[in-house]
């Protein structure tokens, strides 16, 4: 028996989605609208779109990345270069009265053409760019600035993020658009047509953070830091036993704590500037760094946690994923639940970040590829 707390009727049971999409932003916002309680289909063309078979996969090549990001949603497989296909992908998005792509430049699931068969609907494109042309998180990612200024300091050249965070930020933005969609509908019967370009989700958060203002305001740029964190103190340490440390001091508190517990308080104030500004200590980190680094190095792993966790210091120890899988973040965590996932094999897969009323959705398995070809059309369309 399932213990989890529920949490009911989901808030967007009821509305009905249809995606057409490939790759990261508009499969995580098909999926993030499906743990909502949405009901979402994905509709591929014959074989899969392009992100099918995109790895990870495993050993039997199924596609560990595709069902990550489908959970909770039906499947159907069309042949949407016919004219019978095309005309049943319409039907279907207009019965839905939802429908969100990455797919442009489609003249018969452009807006102009859907609107007419529902004009309150709400047709959401994520694109490249503003502009019309093509840009991928990799492309935008390299034209925004990041890679200049990632990496270590001493480094010449780009260095490209792993994580596609610029998809991961798209695909947020898309689910808040359907949102307050959904509710200008509620509100006014009126529908819309929604244009949400990559390129822009990167330069508004740029922007936002900072890092093309201070440009504008100040005339200058961002420097590279390594692991260091800008305007205040905080980078890397590594113990005697090999094991690598994030140390952050954010505030007074947790700048006195770190030179109390490393014994470098007179050596800090040797210094001869006031370290309870945060900019100070970020323009004084290389004084710091040899101050503090001995202490690590000369202290186990073990030591050196015991130490910082009692001690009001920012701090984690360095690990990789599979470490994360095997540790109580995942294990003993409510978001992730273990799921039976067809073709993949049984693992734990998270539900909603959030908690609602102390409750987690649970996830449901990635759909087959066309899956619900023989019964959607009948559902949604009565035929």
Same mark, same amino acid.
């Given at each position: 028996?399932?213990?989890?707390?529920?949490? /009911?009727?989901?808030? !967007?049971?009821?509305?009905?989605?249809?995606?057409?999409?490939?790759?990261?932003?508009?499969?995580?916002?098909?999926?993030? !609208?499906?743990?909502?309680? &949405?009901? +979402?289909?994905?509709?591929?063309?014959?074989?899969?779109?392009?992100?099918?078979?995109?790895?990870?996969?495993?050993?039997? /090549?199924?596609?560990?990345?595709?069902?990550?990001?489908?959970?909770?949603?039906?499947?159907?497989?069309?042949?949407?270069?016919?004219?019978?296909?095309?005309?049943?992908? =319409?039907?279907?998005?207009?019965?839905?009265?939802?429908?969100?792509?990455?797919?442009?430049?489609?003249?018969?699931?452009?807006?102009? *053409?859907?609107?007419?068969?529902?004009?309150?609907?709400?047709?959401? *494109? +994520? &694109?490249?760019?503003?502009?019309?042309?093509?840009?991928?998180?990799?492309?935008?990612?390299?034209?925004?600035?990041?890679?200049?200024?990632?990496?270590?300091?001493?480094?010449?050249?780009?260095?490209?993020?792993?994580?596609?965070?610029?998809?991961?930020?798209?695909?947020?933005?898309?689910? @808040?658009?359907?949102?307050?969609? !959904?509710?200008? $509908?509620? &509100?006014? /019967?009126?529908?819309?047509?929604?244009?949400?370009?990559?390129?822009?989700?990167?330069?508004?958060?740029?922007?936002?953070?900072?890092?093309?203002? *201070?440009?504008?305001?100040? /005339?200058? =740029? $961002?420097? $590279?830091?390594?692991?260091?964190?800008?305007? =205040?103190?905080?980078?890397?340490?590594?113990?005697?036993?090999?094991?690598?440390?994030?140390?952050?001091?954010?505030?007074?508190?947790?700048?006195?704590?770190?030179?109390?517990?490393?014994?470098?308080?007179?050596?800090?104030?040797?210094?001869?500037?006031?370290?309870?500004?945060?900019?100070?200590?970020?323009?004084?980190?290389?004084?710091?760094?040899?101050?503090?680094?001995?202490?690590?190095?000369?202290?186990?792993?073990?030591?050196?946690?015991?130490?910082?966790?009692?001690?009001?210091?920012?701090?984690?120890?360095?690990?990789?994923?599979?470490?994360?899988?095997?540790?109580?973040? @995942?294990?003993?965590?409510?978001?992730?639940?273990?799921?039976?996932?067809?073709?993949?094999?049984?693992?734990?897969?998270?539900?909603?970040?959030?908690? @609602?009323?102390?409750?987690?959705?649970?996830?449901?398995?990635?759909?087959?590829?066309?899956?619900?070809?023989?019964?959607?059309?009948? *559902?949604?369309?009565?035929?």
């Amino acid at each position: 028996m399932n213990s989890r707390p529920s949490l /009911g009727r989901l808030p !967007l049971a009821g509305v009905r989605i249809v995606e057409i999409s490939s790759f990261v932003a508009v499969p995580l916002a098909g999926m993030t !609208l499906a743990q909502l309680g &949405a009901e +979402v289909v994905r509709i591929d063309p014959l074989g899969g779109a392009a992100d099918y078979h995109r790895w990870p996969v495993n050993d039997a /090549g199924e596609s560990i990345y595709w069902a990550g990001l489908n959970k909770g949603k039906r499947s159907m497989e069309v042949d949407m270069r016919s004219a019978e296909g095309q005309a049943l992908v =319409q039907r279907l998005i207009a019965a839905a009265g939802v429908f969100i792509t990455n797919v442009s430049g489609r003249q018969w699931h452009s807006y102009s *053409e859907l609107s007419a068969l529902r004009p309150d609907l709400i047709h959401l *494109e +994520v &694109a490249g760019r503003g502009d019309g042309s093509t840009g991928v998180d990799y492309t935008v990612n390299a034209a925004t600035g990041f890679p200049l200024v990632t990496g270590p300091s001493d480094h010449v050249g780009p260095v490209n993020h792993v994580m596609p965070a610029w998809d991961v930020s798209c695909g947020l933005y898309a689910v @808040v658009s359907v949102l307050a969609a !959904l509710r200008r $509908r509620d &509100a006014s /019967g009126e529908g819309s047509a929604i244009r949400l370009p990559l390129d822009d989700v990167a330069l508004a958060t740029a922007a936002n953070l900072g890092f093309l203002t *201070e440009v504008m305001v100040n /005339g200058v =740029q $961002r420097p $590279r830091l390594g692991n260091a964190i800008f305007g =205040q103190y905080g980078r890397d340490f590594t113990s005697s036993d090999g094991v690598s440390f994030m140390v952050v001091a954010l505030t007074p508190r947790h700048f006195r704590d770190l030179c109390e517990l490393t014994g470098t308080t007179d050596s800090a104030a040797a210094i001869g500037v006031d370290l309870t500004d945060e900019g100070i200590r970020y323009e004084h980190r290389a004084e710091l760094d040899e101050l503090f680094a001995p202490w690590f190095a000369a202290n186990t792993s073990s030591a050196i946690s015991a130490a910082l966790a009692a001690s009001s210091v920012l701090w984690e120890r360095y690990q990789d994923f599979a470490e994360v899988a095997k540790s109580p973040r @995942v294990e003993g965590n409510p978001l992730f639940s273990a799921l039976d996932q067809p073709r993949i094999g049984s693992y734990l897969a998270p539900g909603l970040p959030m908690s @609602v009323d102390g409750a987690h959705t649970v996830p449901a398995a990635a759909p087959a590829l066309g899956q619900d070809n023989d019964t959607l059309p009948a *559902e949604w369309l009565g035929a």
